[in-house]
C-alpha cells in the first residue's frame, strides 16, 4: 500500500530491532486508511489512521515488511454475521446515492449518525476484511495492528454509533473457525462495546471483557449485565484515571483472564477514553492505554489489537502511532523530531477549540501519565465484578 513511500530515508526493518522478543508485529491497514469518509461536519471525518501511518512513516516505523493490506471482504464473507438483506441494502444505497425512507429506518443507515457517503459500503467492508485477515496473521502467533477496525457498535441487521459492519465479530469468528477454543475480547474503549457482546451472548468459547464510561450512549453494560455468563461489563465514572485503570486491570480483567486462559485475544483500543476527548469524558493517559493492551495481549500468542472510537486527532495519532511503537518493541521518543511535530500540527478539529489543543500533543507522543485516588466507585465495581464472575 505504500506506506512507506513517503519517508524512504527513514525505514528499518522490523526484524532488526533487539527488543521485539516475538514474532514481528504486523500493521494492517488499506488504501481507504488514508481517504477521509463520513463527509463533512461528523466526528469521524477527522484524520485518524492517515496520521497515524504518517506519524509512523516520520518515525521509521513503517516499513513493506511490516504491513499487510486489507482485503475486501465479499458478501459471503458478510453474510457470515450480517443479515444478507442488511448488506445488500447498504451495498445498493451506496451504488445508488440515496437511502429509501423504509431502508433508514430498518437498518440504521442515512442518517446524521451513520451518514451514506460514497464507497461507504466498500469502506466498511474492507475494515471487516482487514480483521479478518489480522486473525489470520494472528494465528501465526503474531500481535497484529489493524487501526481502522474496532466498529464494535454495528449489529447483525443494522448500523450502529458510527458502524456499519462489525469487525471486531469477524476477527474473533476468524479465530474460532481456525479451532481456537478460547477467544478473550477486551474492549477500552470508551463506550460499550455492545454489537461484540450480542453477537457471542451464546457462545462459552468467547469471553467479552468492556470498561466504558457509565452514563454514556448506548446506556448498556451494566455491572449486572453479564449476558449469558460470559460477558463482563465495568461501567466506570467520569474522570477515570491511570491508576484506576490499572486497578480494574489488576483486580478483575487479569484475574477473569488469567481464569479463562484464553488461546487468542482481540482488544479494540478506542481512544476515546484519553483526556482531551471530546465524546467522553474519562480522563486516560495514552501510556495507561499502553500498558493495559500489553498486559491483555500477553495471556495469549495471537493478539489482534484493533482501533475504535476516538474524535480528537492529536490524541488519537499519538495514542495509536505509540501502541504501534510500544506492540514493535521500540523505544518511544521524549521528543518528536521536526516532520512529526509537522504531521500533528496539521491535524485540524471542530470538536476541539484551538486554546484547548495542548502543546504537548504537537511535541511528544507519550503523554505525561494520569494516576489518580482509586475512588470508592471503582473499588465497589471491583467488587462487584469479582463476586459476578467468581473471582471473589
Ligand atoms: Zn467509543
Not at 231 to 244: R, Y
Not at 308 to 322: I, Q, V
Request: glycine share 12%.
Amino acid at each position: 500500500m505504500g506506506a512507506s513511500s513517503s519517508s524512504p530515508a527513514l525505514l528499518v526493518q522490523c526484524s532488526n530491532d533487539a527488543a521485539v522478543a516475538r514474532v514481528p508485529a504486523l500493521f494492517v491497514a488499506s488504501d481507504f486508511c488514508r481517504q477521509p469518509g463520513f463527509g463533512k461536519h461528523h466526528p469521524l471525518s477527522i484524520p485518524r489512521v492517515s496520521a497515524v501511518l504518517e506519524l509512523c512513516g516520520a518515525l521509521g516505523w513503517i516499513d513493506d515488511g511490516c504491513m499487510r493490506t486489507s482485503r475486501v471482504a465479499t458478501r459471503a464473507q458478510l453474510a457470515g454475521f450480517h443479515d444478507p438483506e442488511y448488506v445488500e441494502a447498504l451495498r445498493a444505497s451506496d451504488a445508488a446515492g440515496r437511502v429509501e425512507p423504509a431502508v433508514r429506518e430498518r437498518h440504521g443507515f442515512g442518517n446524521f449518525e451513520n451518514p451514506l457517503f460514497p464507497g461507504v459500503f466498500e469502506r466498511a467492508a474492507t475494515a471487516v476484511g482487514g480483521s479478518i485477515l489480522a486473525a489470520e496473521l494472528a494465528l501465526e502467533g503474531r500481535v497484529v495492528f489493524h487501526p481502522a477496525g474496532g466498529t464494535h457498535h454495528g449489529r447483525r441487521d443494522r448500523a450502529s454509533g458510527f458502524c456499519y459492519f462489525n469487525d471486531p465479530v469477524f476477527a474473533i469468528r476468524r479465530l474460532l473457525e481456525a479451532g481456537v477454543g478460547r477467544v478473550l475480547y477486551v474492549d477500552l474503549d470508551a463506550h460499550h462495546g455492545d454489537g461484540v457482546q450480542e453477537a457471542f451472548l451464546d457462545e462459552p468459547r468467547v469471553r467479552v471483557v468492556s470498561i466504558h464510561e457509565q452514563g454514556r450512549w448506548p446506556h448498556s453494560g451494566a455491572i449486572e449485565d453479564v449476558g449469558h455468563g460470559y460477558a463482563c461489563n465495568l461501567p466506570v465514572p467520569s474522570g477515570f484515571n491511570d491508576s484506576e485503570l490499572e486497578f480494574l486491570l489488576d483486580t478483575v480483567v487479569s484475574p477473569l483472564a488469567a481464569a479463562f486462559a484464553p488461546q487468542a485475544v482481540v482488544v479494540t483500543c478506542g481512544t476515546d477514553a484519553l483526556a482531551g476527548d471530546p465524546l467522553s469524558g474519562l480522563a486516560l493517559s495514552n501510556v495507561a492505554l499502553w500498558d493495559a493492551v500489553e498486559r491483555v495481549i500477553g495471556h495469549s500468542g495471537p493478539a489482534v489489537v484493533l482501533g475504535g472510537g476516538g474524535y480528537n486527532p492529536w490524541t488519537l495519532a499519538r495514542c495509536w502511532t505509540g501502541l504501534w511503537g510500544r506492540l514493535g518493541g521500540r523505544a518511544i521518543p521524549v521528543e518528536l523530531p521536526g516532520p512529526a511535530r509537522l504531521i500533528l500540527a496539521s491535524l485540524e478539529c471542530d470538536l476541539v477549540e484551538d486554546e484547548d489543543v495542548d502543546a504537548a500533543w504537537l511535541s511528544t507522543l507519550a503523554d505525561t501519565p494520569r494516576p489518580g485516588p482509586v475512588r470508592d466507585a471503582v473499588k465497589s465495581l471491583a467488587r462487584q465484578g469479582r463476586a459476578l464472575h467468581g473471582l471473589a
